[in-house]
């Protein structure tokens, strides 16, 4: 058994699972966006973050890195029970086809699971959606949780595109405007009264919290 995962938010950075080979590359007809709701890693059920999910859109491709698990049934399992923890708020695993940079046309890797959130705010309680750029900032920049402040989710996720020299305009452009929102407040300490202001854009009464132990410091 081979299992295949592809990253293109934090598993990019940081996999938190063995695995024994990794590649850069891209899949097509997908784009990044920041529509979901995270209550467990970055934020909480009160006060979500907004982190990373893959809606569809033909003409985009999307970079990351495939893994690929080795060794035998038992070590699949393991990294998807850790996956599927770590996962729990994307509601959909889906296959699909991994290019490597160079050649556009033949899959470098057919069937690699991508886990992704339905865009359905009414079917997915953890599905935000879109709002203004400056809404969107603002949430980012003042949610926190467990795994710490949801704008260094955002600026890990710009580093590491960077790092693998594919940068993400989108990722770019919002993490210049958290950081307007930053050097306004002239504040590092996240308050009640800004992360309250975003409620009209984050649907906190559709949001409980995980089953205690869901909780990956990975993200």
């Known amino acids: 058994m081979v299992l295949w995962v592809f990253g293109y938010g934090s598993l990019i950075w940081n996999p938190g699972f063995d695995f024994e080979e990794k590649i850069l590359g891209f899949i097509k007809g997908y784009k990044r966006t920041f529509n979901l709701a995270c209550i467990d890693h970055r934020g909480t059920p009160q006060h979500p973050a907004r982190t990373c999910t893959l809606e569809t859109d033909e003409e985009a491709i999307c970079w990351g890195i495939a893994y690929c698990v080795k060794g035998g049934l038992d070590k699949e399992q393991e990294a998807m029970k850790y996956l599927e923890r770590r996962e729990c708020?994307?509601?959909?695993?889906?296959?699909?086809?991994?290019?490597?940079?160079?050649?556009?046309?033949?899959?470098?890797?057919?069937?690699?699971?991508?886990?992704?959130?339905?865009?359905?705010?009414?079917?997915?309680?953890?599905?935000?959606?879109?709002?203004?750029?400056?809404?969107?900032?603002?949430?980012?920049?003042?949610?926190?949780?467990?795994?710490?402040?949801?704008?260094?989710?955002?600026?890990?996720?710009?580093?590491?595109?960077?790092?693998?020299?594919?940068?993400?305009?989108?990722?770019?452009?919002?993490?210049?405007?958290?950081?307007?929102?930053?050097?306004?407040?002239?504040?590092?300490?996240?308050?009640?009264?800004?992360?309250?202001?975003?409620?009209?854009?984050?649907?906190?009464?559709?949001?409980?919290?995980?089953?205690?132990?869901?909780?990956?410091?990975?993200?």
């Not at 930053?182 to 009640?192: C, F």
């Open 89 to 219: 708020e994307y509601d959909q695993k889906i296959s699909v086809d991994f290019y490597k940079e160079g050649d556009s046309l033949k899959p470098a890797v057919m069937g690699v699971l991508v886990f992704v959130a339905t865009p359905d705010p009414v079917g997915n309680k953890y599905y935000l959606g879109p709002a203004p750029l400056k809404d969107m900032a603002r949430q980012i920049a003042t949610a926190n949780g467990p795994n710490g402040y949801n704008r260094d989710y955002l600026f890990s996720m710009e580093k590491a595109l960077a790092n693998i020299s594919h940068e993400d305009d989108s990722i770019i452009e919002l993490a210049n405007e958290v950081r307007k929102v930053l050097n306004r407040t002239k504040e590092t300490k996240i308050t009640g009264s800004d992360a309250s202001s975003l409620k009209s854009h984050a649907p906190l009464v559709h949001l409980s919290a995980l089953p205690e132990g869901t909780v990956v410091d990975s993200r």
